[in-house]
């Protein structure tokens, strides 16, 4: 489907998660002196405006990032990465994963980017040439299948679709599969909103089953309004990074504080 427009909830409490351990994976990735790859099925735009009407409107970046960004020192890799979107694209600028990934990822490093609405891939297109990204106007999970083992082979995969498609839910762990058979050495990260109702729950269920060795990092927090039906975020990682585990643990303490 390509009604979903992440602007509306850029920077809220989902997106601290998941860039943070995003941010983090990618910072020690790159320690080493080696090229890496790194890939995403559903890219959004790449840059959002929390000062635009629709971020308003939701109030979730006032509920997210705004309320938290203290959470992170300014050598956490993700506040290096918000800074510097900032400091190139104004004080109300967000980046979402494509833009972080391509401020803590180096010039020997590859980016391959997957968006089929035609507004958010235009934008995605202005917004990540600065990086040398290759964005791509097809179906990420085919487009992942494809390119998977990538050149360089090391690197990182993010699967992080709206679901508004409900059959992502079934078809995820079957995909993930997949590549990873296809990509034994590969860092594949997978978002999931938790809703009021656990439809993420079988999903979860059977990518435990199926990748016992992966990192689960499940967060909770009050709705951002009343009626909104999302109040939590999870991550999955197969092949993390050490040090993402802590990371995750250290996130799950903050999020169990917030009232």
Request: hydrophobic share 40%; aromatic share 8%; glycine share 8%.
């Amino acid at each position: 489907m390509l009604s979903y427009q992440h602007l509306y909830h850029a920077g809220n409490l989902a997106d601290v998660h998941k860039h943070a351990l995003l941010a983090v994976a990618l910072d020690y990735m790159t320690r080493k002196d080696k090229p890496l790859t790194y890939l995403e099925t559903h890219a959004g735009r790449g840059l959002y405006d929390l000062s635009a009407a629709e971020a308003v409107k939701t109030g979730e970046a006032a509920q997210g990032i705004a309320r938290v960004a203290s959470w992170f020192t300014p050598d956490h890799p993700y506040a290096r990465a918000l800074a510097a979107t900032r400091a190139e694209r104004g004080p109300s600028a967000y980046p979402g994963s494509p833009l972080i990934a391509g401020h803590l990822l180096r010039e020997s490093d590859t980016i391959h980017l997957c968006e089929l609405h035609p507004q958010e891939r235009a934008a995605l297109d202005y917004a990540t040439a600065p990086f040398g990204a290759h964005v791509y106007a097809e179906d990420g999970f085919a487009k992942a299948l494809s390119l998977c083992p990538p050149t360089p082979r090391r690197g990182m995969l993010l699967i992080d679709p709206s679901y508004e498609v409900k059959s992502d839910y079934e078809t995820i762990p079957r995909v993930i599969g997949q590549i990873a058979r296809k990509w034994n050495v590969g860092v594949i990260a997978l978002w999931y909103p938790v809703l009021v109702g656990g439809l993420h729950g079988p999903m979860v269920a059977s990518l435990r089953a199926q990748h016992p060795e992966a990192l689960f990092s499940e967060v909770r927090f009050p709705p951002a309004r009343e009626g909104h039906r999302m109040v939590g975020s999870g991550m999955v990682v197969i092949n993390p990074p050490w040090g993402l585990a802590e990371e995750a643990t250290r996130l799950s303490r903050l999020f169990a504080a917030l009232r």
